[in-house]
């Protein structure tokens, strides 16, 4: 890090103008208040950030959002989730050991489709390279599908054919390809692009009122998959730091990168350097002069606070956060959805 020219777009949270600010607070308090004696058995403590409780409520978020669907295992079939997405099976699909079962099938779906459902899945668009390398999707669609029956996980054994909800053909996107992102609910790991067709149909009378446009591949296994592009973009790339307020750190809370009009492009900035403290991001590969919101995330007490900021990315970008604010998740989904 060229620490020498650095821009901090914020300076009232700075680690530097902390330290100063402390220091003169602390020398005005013995200037005025020298013959005050403090009690030693008042303890003042402030809530702290709970990393474990905000873990607790993006698992919790992904539990409530599945839907479930009965099937026959031997005739197969078409669900459909409340969103549009339509994931269809042949028939004897499923199975324990390799071996097809019979009777009733539980179906388990999740669709994101939005920036707030993104963030509170914590299901970020942040894909690996095959050499490891972490750089930016765009997604039109992230999907978790699995299927159950009583206790027992199932093996999907044919194929199931995956279709996303209606788009408009203005939006369409050839480029989209497919990447998944392990097979357990709680899973983070972050997207790896499958060799896999994305086909795009059109079809006629769909919701859109005339043409109805879809993409649709095809899926070997259970678990977590996405249609999704790498962020492409030209010019000069920097590094991005996020300096947070005090006490805050790579365990309490959590920072994404939303690139401005993109809609569904939201990295996890999930580095923390412990001798900056402040988050960063894993590539150095953000353009310099995009327009881009900082999300930042916490629990404290049982209570959601967050922080929004918008800014321009410029050379050896430093964000400062200063404070964050309470509020309910519904309230920020729909803050976190109106972005531009």
């Not at 409520?57 to 539990?63: D, Q």
């Not at 479930?68 to 969103?83: H, K, N, R």
């Not at 492409?232 to 790579?250: I, M, Q, R, W």
């Amino acid at each position: 890090m060229k620490t020498q020219n650095l821009n901090i777009t914020n300076l009232k949270n700075s680690r530097v103008v902390r330290n100063i600010l402390k220091s003169v607070l602390g020398l005005s308090i013995i200037a005025s208040f020298g013959s005050c004696v403090e009690d030693p058995d008042i303890e003042i403590t402030k809530p702290q950030a709970d990393g474990i409780a905000l873990n607790d409520r993006f698992e919790n978020n992904r539990a409530n959002a599945i839907e479930e669907f009965i099937l026959d295992a031997t005739t197969g079939g078409e669900v459909m989730g409340s969103q549009g997405t339509k994931v269809t099976f042949p028939a004897n699909a499923f199975g324990i050991s390799g071996s097809p079962v019979t009777g009733n099938v539980t179906i388990q779906l999740i669709e994101i489709y939005d920036k707030g459902s993104i963030v509170f899945n914590n299901k970020s668009t942040l894909g690996e390279r095959i050499n490891g390398d972490k750089e930016a999707l765009k997604s039109a669609g992230e999907f978790f599908i699995n299927a159950k029956q009583g206790s027992n996980e199932l093996d999907l054994l044919k194929p199931m054919k995956v279709t996303s909800r209606e788009i408009e053909p203005a939006n369409v996107d050839p480029a989209m390809g497919l990447f998944t992102a392990g097979e357990d609910l709680n899973n983070e790991e972050d997207w790896v692009e499958k060799e896999a067709e994305v086909e795009v149909r059109e079809g006629k009378g769909g919701t859109t009122g005339g043409i109805s446009v879809t993409y649709n591949f095809n899926l070997g296994d259970f678990g977590w998959s996405n249609l999704d592009r790498w962020y492409s973009f030209t010019g000069a790339k920097t590094e991005l730091f996020v300096d947070v307020p005090e006490g805050y750190n790579g365990n309490n809370c959590a920072v994404f990168l939303y690139y401005d009009n993109e809609d569904t492009a939201i990295a996890r900035m999930d580095t923390w350097s412990e001798t900056e403290e402040m988050f960063t991001e894993h590539y150095g590969l953000i353009p310099v002069g995009l327009e881009v919101h900082i999300i930042m995330v916490a629990e404290i007490d049982g209570v959601l606070h967050f922080a929004i900021q918008g800014t321009t990315i410029v050379d050896n970008h430093i964000e400062v956060i200063s404070t964050l604010n309470p509020t309910t998740q519904p309230a920020l989904e729909s803050l976190i959805n109106a972005l531009p």
